[in-house]
């Protein structure tokens, strides 16, 4: 099965095309750059939307411009092309990455998204000594959860981001896209502002 699948919840989209349980590409970059990252993917691979038989996308928690921005493409493409998709939280995508990883992403706010989800201050955050942080809250938070005991890998550690290749290797249960629905953890930063 031809799966595309692509993250865009945080500052680095990824997007990944595989054929079954083979890696054919994967590709990072901006979630404005999304959609011609997917064609390179396709044209590295021969083969074009047409060949597609599901899609995989990630819901978030994370930003609330780039996790719509990944919804709706997964939405467009999955209307053009009549194919089912899964929606994979990007927090699970990322503890995916390692064994007993635990994600943590930027909310920005001085926060971060959690399993959960949920959004905490650093300093809330209930660690066991050892704990393996990942994802952009880890990198930006180093001091303070290396502080309660964490370990967080290097800055260039590509465990960091939320490959999309981990989002189809936990899809299970694919269905109609619309169905999906993004992960938000707490109002848009815009609905604060007016608050």
């Not at 920005?108 to 393996?132: N, Q, Y």
């Amino acid at each position: 099965m031809l799966v595309l699948a692509f993250d865009t919840a945080t500052d680095v989209a990824t997007s990944a095309l595989l054929d079954g349980a083979s890696l054919l590409g994967e590709r990072a970059g901006a979630p404005r750059s999304l959609l011609e990252d997917v064609d390179a993917l396709l044209a590295d691979a021969d083969a074009v939307a047409s060949d597609l038989e599901a899609l995989v996308v990630g819901m978030g928690p994370g930003s609330f411009t780039s996790t719509r921005i990944g919804l709706a493409v997964a939405r467009g493409l999955a209307l053009a092309l009549d194919v089912p998709g899964a929606g994979i939280s990007t927090l699970d995508a990322l503890a995916a990455s390692r064994t007993g990883a635990y994600a943590v992403i930027d909310a920005r706010r001085a926060e971060v998204f959690v399993a959960g989800p949920r959004a905490l201050a650093p300093d809330d955050l209930d660690l066991d000594p050892g704990t393996l942080c990942v994802g952009s809250g880890a990198v930006r938070y180093r001091a303070t959860l290396e502080r309660m005991g964490a370990v967080v890998p290097s800055d260039d550690d590509e465990v960091h981001v939320p490959h999309a290749r981990l989002h189809a290797s936990l899809a299970r249960d694919y269905g109609p896209v619309e169905q999906i629905e993004p992960i938000y953890v707490r109002m848009p930063d815009a609905e604060v502002a007016r608050a």
